[in-house]
């Protein structure tokens, strides 16, 4: 009668054993199982630019711009304005791999009329800029552009444009490179400062220096 019992008891311990072990066996396998390979490079993701609107006001006209990424690194702009009479005017200006630094609303040719520039930067490491924009008047909207820099003007140029706006000219500097310079970090020192002006509709150069760069020696050293 004993020999029947201790059989069944060792068959019971033997299959929890067994049972044991079957619930080991999952655990284990993420450890055997074949590493992930990574399925994008792990480099930090350029930002994506937002929408945004810019309003600006100039001699009774008001200007309203939408701002507005072009999935592909660069911005395009959509645009009201707003006539001094009550009309409104639209505008555009296309994606071009550029986004826009920054707008102004002035009147360089004190005409009473206004001009809406556009400063765009390209994408590139150079940071290169140009403006684009419009001149107004009562009845027709012309289109505004920089000349391209001449000869002199262009010699150690590498991009990082400036633009503002003072009194009746637009202002444009650019650090000057020497050749063996690095393209993030000039040394010679010195920016290229141009002035332009708004002349029968074209904006054109009034002037042309060279000026010590902001925190070089040169800028120190004159006190400025």
């Known amino acids: 009668m004993h020999i029947p019992r201790l059989a069944v008891l060792a068959f019971l311990l ?82 071009e791999g550029e986004t826009l630094a920054e707008a102004f609303a002035t009147d360089l040719d004190a005409d009473g009329f206004p001009e809406l520039l556009l400063w765009w930067r390209s994408s590139g490491s150079g940071a290169e800029g140009e403006v684009r924009g419009w001149q107004f008047s009562a009845a027709t909207t012309q289109v505004l552009a920089l000349p391209e820099l001449d000869a002199d003007s262009a010699l150690g140029y590498r991009g990082r444009d400036q633009f503002g706006v003072q009194g009746n000219a637009l202002v444009r500097s650019f650090p000057v490179y020497r050749d063996d310079d690095d393209n993030a970090g000039p040394t010679s020192g010195f920016a290229r400062v141009i002035r332009y002006i708004l002349a029968n509709g074209v ?12 925190g070089s020696p040169q800028h120190e050293l004159l006190g400025l």
Do not use: H, I, Y
């Open 14 to 95: 033997m299959w929890m054993l067994a049972g044991c072990k079957r619930e080991e066996n999952p655990a284990a396998a993420p450890e055997s199982a074949p590493a992930l390979l990574p399925s994008a490079p792990t480099s930090t993701p350029t930002p994506l630019l937002e929408p945004r609107s810019v309003q600006l006001q100039q001699a009774g006209w008001r200007f309203d711009l939408r701002v507005l990424p072009d999935g592909q690194g660069g911005e395009a702009l959509e645009g009201l304005v707003s006539t001094v009479d009550g009309n409104v005017r639209r505008m555009s200006a296309p994606a």
């Open 203 to 214: 904006l054109e150069v009034a002037g042309v220096s060279l000026e010590p760069a902001a």
